[in-house]
């Protein structure tokens, strides 16, 4: 089960199409600066994203710098790109440059700061760093921002954010906001079942833990959260049928290791 901020990558959550549909006609370095959103879909910069973004998706040894350089160069080609900078920042996260990753994630709310995708991944990267309440602040902008179509994620990443900042009873508050947008939300689904569970509220726990096998397929953190619920319901023959669920699906598991039988 995904316990980690649900990251809507630039790579997929960002129509490269859309970047393009106000398409000015002016061609020179100057004037794409000055009116860095709109751009050609077949200008040098958009060519080296879709380039970029092709190395990313094939994933394959070495396309991860390949894939920098091209973006590099879109910023060459115009250095107040946005959606540039924000890929730019992506690659140089995963690579573990984290100040060069800052840098630009600063740089594209610089040059676009209304675009929901480019807040949305700059507030992943403050959660991931720890500034939990600037990254919730942006979240929040996010949900506010009638262009997101998916509020219910960036509710879903505020709530998976106050958790790591221990902030539960903000969490909850998050998780729901989530869940009633869409009832379906595997992580938050989640994400409530763990809390009760870990406040011995059983009973809530097990219904969250119902929804969410309504929606994926059980996995090992699931199967022992059913263990442990039924167990502390006093259910001990269902708890049983977790258990051997558990042990044959996913032997030598973390989630197995947690139970002491």
């Known amino acids: 089960m995904i316990l980690k901020i649900l990251f809507l990558s630039l790579v997929f959550s960002l129509g490269l199409s859309s970047c393009a549909k106000n398409a000015t006609t002016r061609s020179d370095n100057n004037n794409r600066s000055e ?6 879909k077949g200008s040098p910069e958009m060519a080296n994203i879709d380039l970029g973004v092709g190395y990313l998706k094939r994933g394959k040894k070495g396309d991860l710098d390949i894939a920098l350089e091209k973006f590099k160069k879109a910023v060459g080609y115009n ?4 959606l540039a900078h924000s890929m730019l920042a992506n690659v140089y996260d995963r690579k573990g440059l984290f100040d060069s990753a800052k840098k630009h994630y600063e740089l594209s709310m610089k040059y676009n700061n209304n675009n929901p ?5 700059y507030a992943n990267f403050l959660c991931q760093r720890g500034s939990y309440d600037l990254a919730v602040e942006r979240y929040m902008q996010v949900v506010q921002n009638p262009q997101y179509k998916s509020p ?3 509710y879903e990443n505020a709530g998976v954010c106050s958790v790591s900042d221990n902030k ?7 998780f729901r906001s989530a869940l009633k947008l869409n009832q379906k939300q595997p992580n938050s689904l989640y994400q409530m079942m763990q809390i009760n569970l870990n406040k011995k509220q059983y009973f809530k726990a097990l219904a969250f833990l119902q929804r969410l096998e309504q929606v994926v397929k059980p996995s090992s953190e699931m199967l022992a959260a059913g263990y442990k619920i039924e167990k502390g319901l006093d259910h001990n023959d269902l708890a049983k049928i977790y258990l051997t669920k558990l042990k044959k699906n996913f032997p030598g598991s973390e989630s197995l290791k947690t139970i002491n039988e």
């Open 35 to 40: 009116n860095s959103q709109q751009v050609l």
């Open 79 to 82: 250095p107040k790109f946005a």
């Open 117 to 121: 995708d480019i807040i949305n991944n």
């Open 152 to 154: 219910a994620y960036a």
């Open 168 to 174: 539960i009873d903000k969490a909850e508050e998050f």
